[in-house]
């Protein structure tokens, strides 16, 4: 079982432990060998290369730093199956695989995709990393702290004797780091890949597939963290250009998933039973822009899916300014839906026009403000969580006070501070820095600041709903969410002991209580009958980063979830939206962000525009139809009366 401590979510519980495979692998895939050496392999086209418009790109490479061989798809050699050979692995599936992530809820979604493939071909899934034959290292290359605690993991595996498969943004974003000599590599887009990179690593090569193809189907199987939450990709990529950002460096340019793709997963994670949707993407906001379509259109598309009954909430992702401001309207709707959190993370990085000029952010403070103010008008209970960066190269302690001003104005309920880390290969690595010692007094700063107000205590002696759907940090609590996605903490009550184990005598799990870790008490709590359900609480106290309720009642879920239809596993691997896509990708490569956000509401608004036209055409037919079949009903009428009369005079 994938394992998460590392977790960088946003306001979200960190993931508890649930499985659940959602269909059967695909059948093998079959590779070819060759000795062609690695280095001869020329490299796969990255970024902006035309060939990001196809829907399969350049073939991937494989190779062996260990012995000089090379297996790929490419080049001469003899055709076997993965697992068939006698010098690869005697028992393909059998092993146990260890699944680290690090980093954002996207690449939590891709372990779980990954883990949901291992286990459906016969992979046993540890959170032990000591009992698994195999680590597979999911990883994140944000900031310098992610990476440095991957060279960690990856150290501490090779002195164990572990094989180990590197996937995720450090391999895609730098796969020339000396940390991956001699160690399978898997980039973002290959993750439907990975038992066949498990298998040959296994058997003692070193796979690298890293070049860029077609998103991984949303039907693979998947094992969910938390079974209660499901994760939804939207897109990979973005259509900025951060000057402190690698990730873009390995997710590369927009690519969104079908609306029809999503929509069909969202119906079969509904039928599956969670309790909350969170959708994610590195810009939610500029979902669909290379696909002709928008937002707007997605956020009405997922919430017809959603049971009427409340039982299922729906979690809006991250979005950066330009975008949310081009689609506010659509947003606030959105959010006043009963099934939508009020809840919504926009970055601001820093409120200094001039570092945000540096940073190529591409939008000013005042349109941030306006992003704040309307939704704070419109959706007056939202909670808006932001993003600071402290220290970036070039601001001065009067663009630092800007900062503190806003952060002072807004009491925003979520900050994430983070110090200025240089990530290299990008512009900004290559800036004068601020003096470190600075740096970490502005943070120091701004925490004490956040840390000195109390942005829940509106909640403090009202009743309200939460959705109930993981265990706190403290061990001992159940985690629950209000409407605007505060957490309120609930106690589990006395039948349930301090270990998180129910109080049944005839429970045989009870039966060693004793000397247990930390992670087996998470686990037992997730057991607890509240898990997965939402119920009415009392606020009784408040803090500063969670409320605690006393539950009044538990309420049950009123609406059957029928199973989702056939047609979804068809849907959801749909690569292209019917009608737009092909033909219409990449409409905004070229374009600013500002611009491409001017363009995405323009598109919306047309859209829009559309759908008004299309029901007004389809009124209008159903009342010419209905026109129709009233004037044959009258000539009929008047048919029958005629005849009629003619019967009786016959008669007479």
């Not at 890293?210 to 094992?223: E, G, M, T």
């Not at 598109?603 to 009342?623: I, W």
Request: proline residues 4%; hydrophobic residues 35%; negative net charge.
């Amino acid at each position: 079982m994938a394992d998460l401590d590392d977790l960088e979510d946003i306001g979200g519980a960190l993931a508890a432990d649930g499985s659940r495979v959602t269909r059967d692998l695909p059948p093998v895939v079959r590779v070819k060998a060759r000795s062609k050496p690695f280095n001869s392999v020329k490299p796969a086209p990255m970024g902006d290369s035309e060939n990001d418009d196809d829907d399969v790109r350049a073939a991937d490479a494989f190779g062996d730093a260990v012995d000089g061989r090379t297996v790929g798809d490419e080049g001469g050699g003899n055709d076997y199956e993965i697992g068939s050979n006698p010098t690869s692995i005697s028992n393909p599936g059998r092993a146990t695989v260890h699944v680290k992530t690090f980093g954002c809820s996207h690449n939590v979604s891709d372990s779980e995709f990954m883990s949901g493939q291992l286990q459906s071909y016969g992979y046993t899934l540890s959170d032990d990393p000591a009992a698994a034959d195999v680590w597979v290292v999911n990883t994140c290359t944000v900031k310098n702290p992610s990476q440095s605690a991957m060279n960690t993991v990856i150290s501490k595996g090779k002195a164990s004797g572990k094989k180990l498969v590197v996937a995720g943004c450090v391999p895609q974003g730098d796969q020339h780091a000396k940390e991956l000599d001699n160690l399978s590599i898997v980039g973002i887009t290959q993750i439907d890949r990975i038992v066949e990179v498990v298998e040959r690593t296994l058997g003692g090569d070193n796979v690298r597939l890293l070049s860029k193809k077609a998103l991984p189907s949303l039907d693979l199987p998947k094992v969910r963290r938390n079974k209660h939450v499901e994760i939804l990709p939207l897109s990979t990529g973005c259509l900025g250009a951060c000057t402190y950002c690698k990730t873009k460096h390995a997710r590369g340019e927009l690519g969104s998933y079908a609306p029809e793709a999503l929509a069909a997963r969202v119906q079969k994670s509904v039928a599956e039973g969670v309790t909350e949707i969170w959708l994610s993407s590195e810009d939610t906001g500029a979902y669909g822009i290379d696909l002709g379509t928008d937002v707007t259109r997605l956020f009405s598309d997922l919430v017809k899916e959603l049971p009427t009954d409340g039982s299922c909430m729906l979690r809006l992702g991250m979005t950066n300014p330009p975008y949310i401001l081009a689609h506010l309207e659509a947003v606030v709707q959105a959010m006043k839906h009963p099934s939508v959190y009020a809840f919504l993370h926009v970055p601001v990085q820093a409120a200094s026009n001039a570092v945000l000029d540096k940073m190529k952010r591409e939008y000013t403070v005042e349109e941030f403000e306006r992003v704040c103010d309307y939704l704070l008008e419109k959706v007056p209970d939202i909670t808006i969580a932001t993003d600071i960066i402290c220290g970036f190269p070039g601001e001065t302690e009067e663009d630092w006070l800007e900062t503190m001003a806003l952060c002072k104005k807004y009491n925003f309920r979520e900050v994430h501070i983070s110090q200025f880390y240089p990530r290299p290969g990008t512009p900004a690595a290559r800036m004068k820095r601020v003096d470190t010692k600075e740096v970490k007094r502005r943070s120091r700063e701004l925490t004490s600041y956040i840390e000195s107000y109390s942005p829940h205590q509106h909640l403090l002696g009202i009743e309200t709903r939460v959705w109930v759907t993981d265990v706190a940090k403290d061990g001992v609590s159940l985690v629950g969410h209000t409407k605007s996605y505060e957490q309120v903490l609930l106690r589990p009550g006395v039948e349930w002991d301090s270990n998180g184990f129910g109080n049944d005598s005839n429970d045989s799990s009870n039966a060693n209580k004793t000397d247990i870790t930390a992670a087996q008490k998470k686990q037992n709590l997730m057991k607890h009958p509240l898990m997965g359900r939402s119920c009415m609480v009392k606020v009784t106290e408040v803090a500063r980063w969670h409320a605690v309720g006393e539950i009044l009642e538990v309420l049950d879920k009123i609406e059957s979830r029928p199973e989702a239809p056939a047609s979804a596993s068809v849907a959801m691997a749909t690569l292209s939206s019917n009608g737009v896509g092909k033909k219409q990708k990449n409409l905004a490569r070229g374009l600013s962000t500002g611009d491409a956000a001017r363009a995405s509401a323009a598109l919306a608004k047309e859209n829009a525009r559309n759908a008004v036209k299309e029901q007004r055409l389809m009124f209008t037919n159903n009342a010419a139809l209905f026109g129709i079949l009233i004037g044959f009903l009258g000539l009929l009428f008047a048919i029958i009366l005629v005849w009629l009369e003619g019967r009786g005079v016959a008669e007479l």
